[in-house]
């Protein structure tokens, strides 16, 4: 079984100032994860999927994550935050070689930007 | 390219009616899978169709079912509905061969009164 806990339910950053969403894992197999992104009335967007080809991923819009076996971590991060990343986010694990992609979802993190 | 689309956009329905909603993956795409998520929740793993079957199904009752059809597109049914089955329900598409990398639609905002 996997699962994920997002550490943070609310984090609030000012414009330009760096993001850190932070999320660990459980799973009992080589996980995959992702960071999507969901803003008001939108649906869910993916900003970038880890499947172990490398431990710094890169995603859309500045985004990047680091995957932390030994501390089982995969947090979000971006140099400057930017008004329009103001949203929820999620962190979400895969173990395909336990279920066929049934995703697990976190229980999200509200972003908040101020001017 | 025509990404996941999904209908309708809002449904309002009483306690104990059915309900049906809709979903076409995104071109290409073989894979759909279903969500809900509850007001201030994470999306919850519903089901998963691939050649017309169910091939996996999350901790919901019988009352959800669903349906794919040969052109790839889906339904999702609500039977007997309650007052939680009140949600943003998901579909997401993907291809078999990569079935975790999945693209979601807009979503259809259920209200049950």
């Known amino acids: 079984a996997q699962s994920v806990t997002q550490l943070d339910s609310h984090v609030s950053v000012s414009e330009g100032t760096p993001v850190l969403l932070r999320c660990n894992y459980s799973?009992?197999?080589?996980?995959?994860l992702f960071w999507y992104v969901q803003h008001p009335n939108k649906g869910l967007q993916l900003l970038l999927k880890?499947?172990?080809?490398?431990?710094l991923v890169k995603g859309i819009n500045g985004f990047e994550a680091e995957f932390k076996k030994s501390e089982t971590s995969f947090h979000l991060t971006k140099p400057s935050a930017h008004m329009s990343d103001a949203a929820e986010y999620f962190c979400?694990?895969?173990?395909?070689?336990?279920?066929?992609?049934?995703?697990?979802f976190g229980a999200g993190t509200q972003v908040v930007v101020t001017p | 390219d025509a990404g996941v689309t999904q209908s309708p956009t809002h449904l309002i329905k009483t306690r104990g009616q059915q309900v049906t909603l809709r979903c076409s993956p995104k071109?290409?795409?073989?894979?759909v899978s279903w969500y809900q998520q509850a007001l201030g929740q994470g999306p919850q793993f519903i089901f998963q169709y691939y050649e017309e079957e169910e091939r996996q199904r999350g901790n919901f009752p019988d009352r959800f079912s669903g349906h794919q059809f040969p052109n790839y597109s889906s339904e999702l049914n609500v039977n007997a509905l309650l007052l939680g089955d009140s949600a943003l329900y998901l579909c997401?598409?993907?291809?078999?061969?990569?079935?975790?990398?999945?693209?979601f639609g807009p979503g259809t905002r259920l209200l049950v009164l």
């Open positions: 071109s290409g795409h073989d894979t």
């Open positions: 799973s009992s197999y080589s996980p995959s």
């Open positions: 880890y499947t172990s080809a490398a431990t």
């Open positions: 997401a598409s993907s291809q078999d061969r990569d079935a975790e990398t999945q693209y």
């Open positions: 979400v694990v895969s173990a395909l070689t336990d279920s066929w992609g049934k995703l697990q």
